[in-house]
């Protein structure tokens, strides 16, 4: 019986199988980095432990330093969460060889599986159709590509190769990255099927023989290849497709001879079906079946491990779950990393909704680990419900202090294709630009206005004399007051001024200030009136009204010229760790050219040259940290003769 689980990961997974052990009365072991001593997961496990290192993000690679700290608290199990342990067989048979229990598949299955070179092949034999390439003999009739990471996933180590000249880069890219990121840099090809849909099954297997197939998911809605969306079951499927689906997951459980949780995933296009991989772990969108199963899958997990059979057989699958993963993320930057300090975390509690977070208000998000900040899920009786009850709860999410993705999912949730459930791997990529750059300008003007009016309100009432004085009142009147705040690329410059005990504005035509107390605002908008919520916090200035979130800069009367930045300044996008440096000084490069490469939250970027020119200046080195908007290298334009 097992009493003690030290939970070899961090962040919502690590809290995730916190709550299941409480439940079932096991005492919890943390280990962290000192990158994430103040994290939420720290705080709630029994026992913390730190894993020393000086490279956070590595910290939590070491198998030897976590087998350790097990010892050390008492543990007598070890639950790899998921991630890069818990596909490991090294680590895992490290975990048995030290006495412990591990909450996982055997080795041997995680060995197999764990090379989808390997695992290509034994499904083949098991007779589950598969997808493949021969890097060695391809021709452009096989165009366009897959390569892929053989120990990866999570989207690292991909390219699409559309052009055999371009074969060999993109190659050497994946291997680099899949070299980063696992440690092994070999990679395989597969025909590449943009229209077809991503679409998982739910494994569970236990010792005595028993194999459970507990319904499937459907995971297209992706970006970088990473899954973003994901329901169950998997909607408007035909029935022998879904049934074969079931089929072929069965015989890869058994194939692999498989024990504990795992994933099979496919590619469906249209009537034909492909084997992906196996996942030998947990998945992140794991909570969506046990919505629709209502099973625990954690405490099967445990009891598995216990080497109890799973009693009796499968449940059926009922009603419909939609997750939706939130990343600190710039969808309409390329996906860009974001770090900062979250200063307001709120997701509005409703009883069909469940959130699974690694961040709470005050929580610091940096570039060490993976971006994804909280997996907000909706169960309901039919998926039109779930849709509906999923968007309400992203809009009236309150999330400020860093730049997420919240905003794409609403969209996601609200777009024709999806709702009709005609999904696949490349609709967010065909559809980004209507998701992200959709927003209504009068939305994003009736915010602005209210943050005018929020801000003068909430500073005059925080004087520390004269409080009294209605806001922006003057005595001599004379031109109206103004706050200029920026939104990205976007300027509002909102003028305001005070009528009796009143603050007025005409920024937006036809949008009357019908109140302003504390930090409300209440606008009218013809025979509407909204209230918004505005929320000051140094120059940031977030508004919550009735369509959603909207955040502000405040913009200063007054710039210090020292933070200005001399022309042709190439600017890290992200904070990053520098990783290659393409040039040096007095260079002269092309439009497009490699600068710089960056890597943040395990992902690489690549800074080009946004024009011809000439390097003439120089500050990134490999190793060096880098803040966002820090100066990488300036290229000066080539002038011609004239």
Not at 172 to 198: I, N, Q
Request: charged letters at 20%.
């Amino acid at each position: 019986m097992i009493r003690r689980i030290l939970v070899a990961n961090r962040g919502e997974i690590a809290r995730r199988v916190f709550r299941t052990c409480r439940a079932l009365g096991i005492a919890t072991v943390a280990v962290h980095s000192d990158a994430d001593a103040t994290a939420p997961f720290v705080a709630e496990a029994d026992t913390a432990i730190r894993l020393p290192g000086s490279a956070p993000a590595d910290t939590y690679l070491r198998g030897d330093l976590i087998i350790e700290a097990a010892r050390a608290a008492g543990a007598d199990a070890i639950h790899p969460g998921y991630g890069f342990l818990s596909e490991t067989a090294a680590f895992a048979s490290a975990v048995e060889a030290a006495g412990l229990t591990w909450i996982g598949p055997k080795p041997a299955s995680i060995a197999t599986m764990g090379s989808k070179v390997d695992a290509k092949r034994v499904m083949a034999a098991a007779g589950v159709p598969v997808l493949e390439v021969d890097l060695a003999t391809v021709t452009a009739a096989d165009l366009p590509l897959l390569v892929k990471a053989s120990a990866g996933g999570g989207g690292r180590g991909m390219r699409i190769v559309e052009s055999l000249d371009l074969l060999a880069e993109q190659i050497a890219k994946a291997e680099a990255e899949a070299a980063s990121a696992f440690g092994d840099g070999t990679v395989f090809a597969e025909p590449y099927l943009p229209t077809a849909r991503h679409v998982e099954v739910q494994v569970l297997a236990d010792t005595h023989g028993t194999v459970w197939v507990l319904g499937d998911r459907d995971c297209s809605i992706q970006r970088r290849h990473q899954k973003v969306v994901e329901e169950a079951p998997a909607p408007y499927l035909p029935d022998q497709t879904r049934t074969a689906l079931h089929v072929f997951a069965r015989a890869a459980a058994q194939a692999a001879g498989y024990r504990g949780a795992g994933t099979v995933e496919f590619l469906v296009d249209q009537d034909r079906i492909f084997f992906l991989e196996m996942n030998t772990r947990l998945q992140v969108e794991h909570p969506v079946t046990e919505c629709v199963t209502g099973l625990d899958l954690v405490a099967l997990q445990i009891a598995v491990a216990e080497g109890k059979p799973l009693p009796g057989e499968a449940p059926a699958i009922s009603g419909h779950a939609i997750e939706v993963r939130l990343y600190a993320e710039d969808p309409a930057a390329g996906f860009a990393p974001q770090t900062g300090r979250i200063r307001i975390f709120d997701m509005p509690e409703h009883p069909g909704v469940r959130v699974d977070s690694a961040v709470e208000a005050g929580s610091d998000v940096g570039v060490h680990y993976d971006a994804m900040l909280a997996k907000i899920i909706a169960c309901a009786d039919d998926r039109d419900t779930a849709i509906r009850m999923l968007g309400d709860i992203l809009r009236r999410a309150r999330l400020h202090g860093i730049t997420t993705n919240l905003d794409l999912l609403r969209a996601v949730l609200g777009d024709e294709e999806f709702v009709a459930g005609r999904m696949h791997t490349t609709l967010l990529d065909e559809r980004l630009d209507l998701w992200t750059g959709g927003d209504d300008p009068r939305r994003l003007a009736k915010a602005a206005m209210a943050a005018a009016i929020g801000q003068a309100t909430q500073t005059a009432a925080a004087a520390p004399v004269l409080n009294r004085i209605p806001p922006a009142w003057r005595n001599a009147a004379s031109q109206p007051r103004q706050r200029t705040y920026r939104r990205g690329q976007q300027q509002y410059v909102v003028t305001y001024t005070s009528i009796g005990d009143r603050l007025m504005s005409d920024f937006v035509a036809g949008v009357d200030v019908i109140d302003a107390r504390g930090n409300q605002v209440v606008l009218s908008d013809g025979p509407i009136r909204e209230t918004y919520r505005v929320t000051v916090a140094g120059t940031a200035v977030d508004v919550d009204g009735p369509s959603g979130s909207v955040g502000f800069e405040l913009i200063p009367t007054f710039v210090d010229p020292a933070e200005t930045v001399a022309h042709g300044s190439l600017l890290a996008p992200m904070p990053a760790a520098i990783t290659a440096v393409a040039v040096d000084v007095g260079a002269v490069v092309s439009k497009g050219d490699p600068i710089v490469v960056l890597e943040a939250m395990k992902m690489q970027h690549t800074v080009t040259a946004p024009t011809d020119g000439t390097v003439t200046a120089l500050t990134a080195s490999v190793g060096r940290q880098v803040v966002a908007g820090a100066v990488l290298a300036v290229i000066s334009v080539v002038e011609e003769d004239r």
